[in-house]
């Protein structure tokens, strides 16, 4: 069994980093990130410093920019046939207050993946806290009904780069409600009726997400999952769609 | 500085283990253990061994009833000041859907500390996780009102043995409405409705545990905390009481 | 877009599990479950108490020969395509010290993923904390080598059932030694002098264990990873094989 | 029962922030906050976006600076007693590989604790990745010595402002060896000669920060807490210490 292809890498590892903002900006931020390569099985030398210092060496610019600089350099330092880098931050866009239109700042969890193969590819990930509202629980009840906080990952592949803000507004437009930081007394009566006006199960915020991302002109695959941590069960209810599966 | 004390012990240990039920039944669940010692600062001594051994031996009856005994053997052992077990596990209750009476199991976290010095004490801990339904949202809009799961941790020292079960009576008495782990469209229906006509924000639910437990006559000491998963923000809100500020 | 086939499930449910030991006797665990149907997209009904109603009928036998019956019950009732059932729980092995046989419990994290599809099928992975002592360090000092903590992880398909506690015994054969809970000197000693004499990188162990599992008459497909948590550095050394790409 | 005290407040809001470094710099991370009042129990008005409000103003110049002017006005804004900010932050500071200089940049998570009531106190905790070796192991062993990865967590109170720089650095002197993030050959045979030539028990690595932090002259508070995860074990063993035990 001499030709087996295996992954070595290193994950955990924190630095800072920065993203490029749609509005053109350039905004700072902390990265966790994974950087492995596949190599044949029989390579004996350790490459963990090899990993290390390549990161630290692109330091001022971990950027989606470099994404492939950082690659290609990694494959080339280990003679390995692909190599993967994953980063996932924390990342803030200002929203207004829907009545109040007060500022308030919202963190998304995002995460690059970047891999430099025969051919290469980039998916962006986002992971959108939402409200669900469940539609059973309404249309049974005197008054009255059941939501809670839910969470939906979208990861997509593009033939035309699209910016994380706009996968953010595409999840956000998907659900009961979206959420805000920052709600006064006005956005607060108004997040708890557009709730009540739009419930859905996670089954149906999984489907909002899948049609509008199927329709994209510029996604070329995407998976999509809702989490919904149900206020009335200590379980969560899950639903998720592959683009594969859908025609 | 040669006479400072200093605590020493292992962490993040699983074992099986039995607990008393209040039915007098034995349940089986798995334990995750701390244990250590208060000792003078200057023992060179590796001790590590001795606390596994130690709870090895007491392998088939970690329960309650013989923490005072492990707690005993390792201080003996280890010529120590003090010493103190720290016990996490799953407890399961059978609980009845409210109106269609369907029976589910739900799952508590709890946690015994039993503290061996000049005197002995015990500590129960219960999580209990329930619903609660913003009085404020409910107030304002003209329909509905953000809801969501939240957590209630009570931490109690007692002069009568008190059982888990009525513990967790007590605080799932005190927020907008309990959890079940299987409801039928009955009791959907209702559990909807009860949190609506019961309205507490975290800072109401905690007053109530706090109250009943003030007044409950084998109550010592306890402190009791909040935390709510917001249904239309991405942080949690929280709120926290100390017996001891109390009067 | 009508005939997209989603997944829905729940998660996080935590019930108390049999698990049928090698020796033939019956361990009482705790499972944490995530049970799941894949649907044809349109279906509006949610379906959530169906899980958890199946999950509570089967508590008694919740073992692994009756995760056929679950995945059966819960498609019929749900006429879906598919279902799946993962069922992650600690296990308990009681191990031997190596020198002076000291009798001290092991605790490993394994899973149980069982899928009803047009074919069924089976997974069973494992999870086993060694030590991994690195070659390099030891080569190049004086005296010593930088050693850890690491963990592998082994999920397996098979023609003929294979014990969990065979799939711990040959990833533990497969590092620089393998960890016991309760040690005495003499064991101390040797475990000591048996990783000194067998160092291995991340990618030693993977390959040794993915050698071993490609040889094991029973195993028809295998994923291996191992996760080292370098005592140098912050971040973790991991490797990664699939059989898919061994020949 | 009307006068108790409760706390109150949000917690798990990220939000970038700004640290000022020892070298006199302004580095860009991102903070995990938790922001609470004490108040009266009879309060009934939900103030959670004040707790936001106030965070979302102060964006610009989260820093320690402006600790107490965050605290006072949300002090004022509640009528509360006290006020209490807690901001845990990953922060990066450049080491340079101790035989080959060669720099890498290691990550620390950071605490900043403000408290403002009748009197303010502020405590600055880190977590820092060291290695411990064992010296039971290296004593009973023909070759080699059980190592592994530790943590160490110094909290503390000052009279005269203290670096965090330096109570990283008071720490990485007080194990048997310091982490770096990139280590060429050379620096990995320093690192694992120093540890051999330096084994110590998490009690000891305990005491020497103990004793060093004691002799501070700017401290006057701390709590120290060691948990090294044990290579040969799959739970850790832990060490801890606080000044008030101290003469």
Known sequence: MSSHIQVVGIK???LPIKVREKSGGL????GTMALQVNMPGQHR??????FTAVLNKYLEEITIANFSKILKDVKQSLNARSAELVMTFPYFIEKKAPITETRGLMEYSCTFTGTSAEKDSFIISVSVPVTTLCPCSKEISAEGAH???????????????????DLIALIEKSASCE??????????????EQAYNNPMFVEDVVRKVAVTAFEH??????SAGVESFESIHKHSAYAYVD?????
């Open 12 to 14: 955990d590892i924190q």
């Open 27 to 30: 905004q700072n931020t902390v």
């Open 45 to 50: 030398e350790s490459c963990l410093s090899v």
């Open 147 to 165: 939501n809670q906080r839910a969470e939906v990952r979208l990861n997509v592949k593009f033939s035309n780069f699209i910016w994380v803000e």
């Open 179 to 192: 959420l805000y930081s920052l709600l006064k007394r006005p956005d607060e009566k108004y997040v708890t």
């Open 217 to 222: 002109p510029d996604i070329t695959w995407f």
């Open 243 to 247: 683009s594969n599966e859908m025609r």
